[in-house]
């Protein structure tokens, strides 16, 4: 099957994507608006896991299979669980709640898409080491060692 979206028309055109970690236990399906790209953060997980996350409603995601090959892992305010398969150890997803996200949520990883041109995807950056939340995502990398 062709993928739908990707070609740069229609940013908030949505379409369903398969993904999977690297050794295949696990695999989901989203629907999502891949015009709009997705975010990296500089918080401390974030940047040792190197996710590209798109938050989505929890309704528009669905777990094909793997429930018994995640576990999960929270941190710091555990704001959302990041979910990972204990075989590969690749991120697929997360699940939270935040209320300035509309409250529950699932974050996906972009990476984990298996029929994406992820170079044609744009990527904004979040400040989340610092708490930065307020300024939003801009067009370039946030520092790590300073404020
Ligand atoms: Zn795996």
Redesign the pocket.
Known sequence: MEASNGNGHGDKQLSTQQG???????RFEVELALGDGGSQCNCSVCTKVGSVGVIVKPAAFKLLS?EG?LTSYEWGPKISKRY???????H?FGRGHFAELGGDFVSVNLNCLDDVELAGLKVTYWDGRHNNWDVGPRDKPWPILSA
């Open positions: 999977s970690c690297h050794c295949g236990a696990v793997g090959t990972f398969c204990k075989t590969c150890g690749v697929c």
